[in-house]
């Protein structure tokens, strides 16, 4: 899809054993922390080369739980771009 994008983050905490809430303070190492430096980084290229660029302000999350849950949604993301001739706001392929 050229309006939007999608991806599977695999985070591997080994030094992990037990699941804690997130506490208030610096949050560097969260999912948060990964979106805010992949979207500044994507802007501040589209800037430094003169690229019309805009991010929508949310991004959707879901933590995949198990192996079918993660091939449903690799399928899913395989066969989205399908979608785009439909899409609303696909204006060349009307």
Known sequence: MPNHIHGILFFN???????TPNKFG???QNLGAVIRAF????KRYANQNNIEFE????YHDRIIRNEKALN???RYIINN???W???SFNENDR
């Open 55 to 58: 991010w929508q302000s949310l």
């Open 81 to 83: 771009p399908l979608k």
């Open 13 to 19: 905490r080994p030094d992990k054993k037990d699941w």
């Open 39 to 42: 979207k500044s980084s994507l």
């Open 26 to 28: 610096v949050q560097s």
């Open 72 to 74: 449903a949604i690799r």
């Open 85 to 87: 001739i439909n899409d």
